[in-house]
DNA sequence: TGTGCCTACTCAACCGGTTCAGTCAACATC
DNA sequence: GATGTTGACTGAACCGGTTGAGTAGGCACA
């Protein structure tokens, strides 16, 4: 089947190639009877702009690229990211820009694909997620001027763009509920240690902690459901246990609440449990788990918003997305 | 920063274009020698073809595409998108293909995106998920004539090729094996019913329940853990509960066992539970649950490589995966 | 009437690859 | 020595848009 062409419009319509691509684009150049013969042609044989054509010419790939760099087991069960994804999603599509999507391996693979992806010219500008301490994909997208959302931040960032969130003042804020309800002895299940939003964590739970007068101890894990387990299990067999443990992402958080119940622990009466990432899955476990949430696929909306506006060559700065808000459930109360 | 094109390349060789288009691509036409050199200059300035100038004039976009049907929320919790991408990933990213991933919100808007993708000539192929009966998407992708592997089937999808795995006969056994236990009142919650995979498991389920002489009713849901929960709910209720119950996903089958712990019901001692996918999910519960579970990357990496060689022009029929196979844990037993 | 200026176009180059039809030298064959 | 044949390469057309330069016709104004 044959794809019909501006040319084929301008051969029906009795003008030039160029006069159909003025007129298609809204730009000057063409009488507005033209316009309108040549947009009810291009209607009516059901025209679609050759991406590659327009591609070469134009210089732009009407394409934003977004490489995942998480073991296929993760990224399956952690709604994050598809989540985020449907906020991009819904924002390129009204702006019909194509979301093109890698899973790659690691942070140096990564920039393999940005480098190929620029060379290539297949995409106009990437999202960066999962920023690291002085992350080295940074400065190579700032060399290769590729735009770029930072999806994270606001620090060692570089010049690129960023969105980000306070996560210090929600942990700061949750901390204070779990003492305000009596707990003295407050754990948590920190995610991946070398992300900077684990270090900005991690640095927040110990400040507040101190400032409070409690013990808030940080355990390293790495999201996954197992390691989420077996930390729960090394803090819950301690002599002298946590009675509130606030687990990283929603993941290990069930998995902790599955392993207080098979150790034969009442959540919440002998543990409370609060989960960062209120996805779906928090109101399904029995008790339900009080999370830490905030509205991920307008995060991804907004980072899209962001990246369009840098291709357009706008100066983007940080960007700070609403504060996550605590959501009580059944799975915190105060200590026995 | 200029990025490298092969007239770059020809130049510093000394050659014409076209010989470092040949040399470049393994085709006949320069000498050993002269390949060498070019490849070796190529390498050395970081030259990648613009991908936009390939396929305007190899008329192949070196893209396939993803339609997604499902609201953000149930896109993000249920596993089986995220594992199938990665696999479909890992195959294509070795061929050097890009992923384009669209989130659509109906059927006819999934159908005006092929139309336009395949207008703008963006990608070679795409995947066709959620098949549907007398789905119609099925006739506007052969008419289009644009390659496409359905993910399911094997019947309905017309002249497409697709890969399917045999739920009837993953589903009989399963339901041998809550019988074999000692089951005889047994439910199921279903998917969507408009689905045609949802379909084959619901005839399967009564045809089998019949054989064996059991009850097997069939409720319908839509994979979420709300619904899942509101269906259990009413089953457990009933005079007549069912000691056993068939989720159709893993977020189905939480909710469930939530919902039996909620109600004062032992599991697996009141209540078997059974989920149809077995993510790392079905793990983290107490009890953790017995599933049926099949390789979803491998089934992507399969699907793909059926996409490419359909793009290729062969001629692609019908792939059967491996049937799911039951992991039991602690969520099924005899009945009381 | 000539000049200037606008509008509404046309024409052709260009983007960066691929590919087909030639060209030309070297070598083989009779 | 004339005649293929082959290998290695060049030159130009082409894919389907965009865009800047050029132009014809109409109108205003002096």
Redesign the interface.
């Known amino acids: 089947?044959k794809?019909?062409t501006i040319a084929d419009i301008a051969r029906r319509a009795g003008v030039s190639k160029g006069a159909v691509s003025y007129a298609l684009n809204g730009q000057p150049g063409v009488s507005e009877a033209t316009r309108q013969r040549i947009l009810a042609i291009a209607q009516e044989i059901?025209?679609?702009?050759?991406?590659?054509?327009?591609?070469?010419s134009g210089s732009t790939?009407n394409?934003v690229g977004l490489a995942l760099c998480r073991p296929?087991?993760i990224?399956?069960?952690e709604?994050?990211?598809?989540?985020l994804?449907?906020?991009v999603?819904?924002e390129l599509?009204a702006r019909?820009y194509?979301?093109?999507?890698?899973?790659v391996a690691d942070p140096e693979a990564e920039i393999a694909v940005y480098?190929?992806w620029?060379?290539?010219?297949?995409v106009d500008g990437v999202f960066v997620c999962d920023l690291r301490i002085d992350d080295s994909r940074v400065p190579v997208l700032e060399?290769?001027?590729l735009p770029a959302v930072v999806i994270g931040g606001p620090e060692h960032t570089g010049e690129l763009a960023c969105i980000w969130a306070d996560d210090a003042a929600a942990l700061g804020e949750t901390l204070e509920y779990l003492v305000a309800l009596g707990h003295r002895r407050i754990a948590r299940v920190g995610g991946l240690p070398e992300l900077l939003h684990t270090e900005i964590r991690s640095r927040a739970f110990a400040e507040v902690g101190q400032r409070l007068g409690v013990e808030a101890v940080t355990v390293s894990s790495d999201y996954?459901?197992?390691e989420g387990?077996r930390a729960t299990r090394r803090l819950l067999s301690s002599a002298h246990r946590p009675t509130a443990i606030l687990y990283d992402n929603d993941?290990m958080a069930?998995?902790g609440?599955?392993v207080a119940?098979?150790m034969g622990l009442a959540v919440p009466g002998d543990l409370s449990i609060v989960a960062w990432d209120d996805?779906?899955?928090c109101?399904?476990?029995?008790p339900?788990l009080t999370a830490l949430g905030r509205d991920?696929?307008a995060y991804g909306a907004h980072a899209a918003r962001q990246l369009l506006a840098a291709i357009e060559g706008k100066k983007i700065g940080a960007y700070q997305h609403e504060t996550a808000h605590l959501t009580p459930r059944g799975s915190t109360a105060p200590p026995r």
């Open positions: 089947m794809r019909p059901g025209f679609n702009p050759n991406s590659a054509a327009r591609a070469l790939a394409a296929a087991r990224l399956g069960i709604p994050f990211f598809m989540e994804i449907s906020g999603e819904a599509s019909s194509a979301l093109t999507l890698q899973v480098k190929q620029w060379g290539e010219r297949r060399e290769l001027q996954t459901g197992e387990a993941v069930i998995a609440l599955s119940q098979e996805s779906a899955l109101q399904l476990t029995h339900p991920i696929p």
